[in-house]
T-cell receptor, first 115, second 114 residues
Framework: GAGVSQSPSNKVTEKGKDVELRCDPI?????LYWYRQSLGQGLEFLIY????????KSGLPSDRFSAERTGGSVSTLTIQRTQQEDSAVYLC?????????????FGPGTRLTVL | AQSVTQLGSHVSVSEGALVLLRCNYS??????LFWYVQYPNQGLQLLLK??????LVKGINGFEAEFKKSETSFHLTKPSAHMSDAAEYFC????????????FGAGTRLFVKA
């Protein structure tokens, strides 16, 4: 079956522009996560969606970052007024039920470069 | 609050030698613990996970990890390294109650020498 897909795979933008990154989770997965992976660093949690519950936004680094999940499926991460420090690989993952022991299945990521 | 520390950003072993990647965690509640692997130009995939059943967990590709509560450790081992094991390995911790934010370590890059 299809895994988690993300688009675009690469995005180059100019400082100050807004960008939208898309994630399509595995069909039937109720939980969806966004992470950021900067060069030489681990994964930084950004936001977590579980079913119809309020998302856990505790990892969003600033109010320039927002995410939504429509219809319990596709998610979009939006970064407004991008800065050079936003350059990173943005990873999306999904899991079946959002239980603590769930395996997260990761997409290939979107590499964002802010010039 | 939870945290994960991976000791050694880079580990180099010879082919056939023991692989030991260290992970220590901090958690205020009993944790779930995970090891993920990221092969070059591929996405992250689960190697193994501890979910409070057996403390010795076996994963894919011959890897295993032992949960040691007294040492707050979850080190990853493999008896004999193979060239194909060269990758980046991430340890992660998650609460087992209320809120499932996952905290990842900074990663350890494993190099395997012929």
């Amino acid at each position: 079956g299809a895994g988690v897909s993300q688009s675009p795979s690469n995005k180059v933008t100019e400082k100050g522009k807004d960008v939208e990154l898309r994630c399509d989770p595995i069909s039937g997965h109720t939980a969806l996560y966004w992470y950021r992976q900067s060069l030489g660093q681990g994964l930084e949690f950004l936001i977590y969606f579980q079913g119809n519950s309020a998302p856990d936004k505790s990892g969003l680094p600033s109010d320039r970052f927002s995410a939504e999940r429509t219809g319990g499926s596709v998610s979009t991460l939006t970064i407004q007024r991008t800065q050079q420090e936003d350059s990173a690989v943005y990873l999306c993952a999904s899991s079946l039920e959002g239980q603590g022991s769930d395996t997260q299945y990761f997409g290939p990521g979107t590499r964002l470069t802010v010039l | 609050a939870q945290s994960v520390t991976q000791l050694g950003s880079h580990v180099s072993v010879s082919e056939g030698a023991l692989v030991l990647l260290r992970c220590n965690y901090s958690s205020s509640v009993p944790p779930y613990l995970f090891w993920y692997v990221q092969y070059p130009n591929q996405g992250l995939q689960l190697l193994l996970k501890y979910t409070s059943a057996a403390t010795l967990v076996k994963g894919i590709n011959g890897f295993e990890a032992e949960f040691k509560k007294s040492e707050t450790s979850f080190h990853l081992t493999k008896p004999s390294a193979h060239m194909s094991d060269a990758a980046e390995y991430f340890c992660a911790v998650r609460r087992n109650t209320g809120g499932f934010k996952t905290i990842f370590g900074a990663g350890t890059r494993l190099f395997v020498k012929a």
